[in-house]
C-alpha cells in the first residue's frame, strides 16, 4: 500500500478549494467560507492523493469492502479515483454512484455500478456540513440492499455531521476537519 502523502492533499485543498466570501450551503445555512472540492477532486495529483489516503484508510479499517461510492455529484470523482488506483493495485473494489433521484426511464436506479444487494460498502463524500448529503445516499444504499459498513470524507466541517452518522450507528472518518486549515467551526 503506497503511503499517503497528507501534506501534499493539504497543500491542495488549501491552494485550489478552499474559499473566503459569503456562501449559502446544501443545508440552508450561511457560511464565510467554501470548500469547492470539484476543484480538488478533479485535479490529477490530488485526485490520485485523495483515493491513497480513502485506501489507507480502508486498509487500516479492516477487510476492504465490496465497493465503494456515495452521492453525485461530490463524490463521483472520488470513487472513480479510488476504483482506478485500485485498479492498478489488483484490488477487487468496484464502484457505484447514487443519484440525487432515481432515474425516470431506463432501468430506473438511483444506484448505479456493479454491486448487488447484500454487498459490504463504504459511503465516500468530498465535504461533510450536516451529513445530510451521504445519509441520503446510505438511505439509498440500503434500499438498495447494501450493506453500509462506514463514511469517508475528504473534510468535515465540523458543523453536526459526526452526530448525525453516530445517530444512525455509522462511523464518519475524515482526512482533514476545517481545523487543519486554523478554522473553527461556525
Ligand atoms: O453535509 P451536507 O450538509 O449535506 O453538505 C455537504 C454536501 O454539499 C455538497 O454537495 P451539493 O449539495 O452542493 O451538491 P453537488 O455535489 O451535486 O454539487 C457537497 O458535495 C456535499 O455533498
Ligand atoms: O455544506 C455545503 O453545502 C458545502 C460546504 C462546502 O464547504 N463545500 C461544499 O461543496 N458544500
Known sequence: MNEFDSDALKQLLRSEA????????????KASYYLDCRNLTLHPKAANLIAAGM?????ANGPLPDAVGGMAIGADPITAAIIT???????PLRGFMVRK???GHGTGR??????QPGQRVVIVE?????GGSALKAVDAAQAFGLEVIGVLAIID???G?????ADRGLKLQTLYTVRDFGIEPQ
Open 110 to 115: 438511483q444506484v448505479e455500478g456493479p454491486v
Open 55 to 59: 485506501l489507507q484508510q480502508m486498509d
Open 161 to 165: 455531521g459526526q452526530q448525525a452518522f
Open 101 to 103: 433521484e432515481p432515474k
Open 85 to 91: 488506483v485500485a485498479g492498478r493495485r489488483d484490488l
Open 126 to 130: 468530498d465535504v461533510i456540513t450536516s
Open 18 to 29: 478552499l474559499k473566503f466570501g459569503d456562501f449559502t450551503l446544501a443545508s440552508g445555512k
Open 157 to 159: 466541517r465540523l458543523a
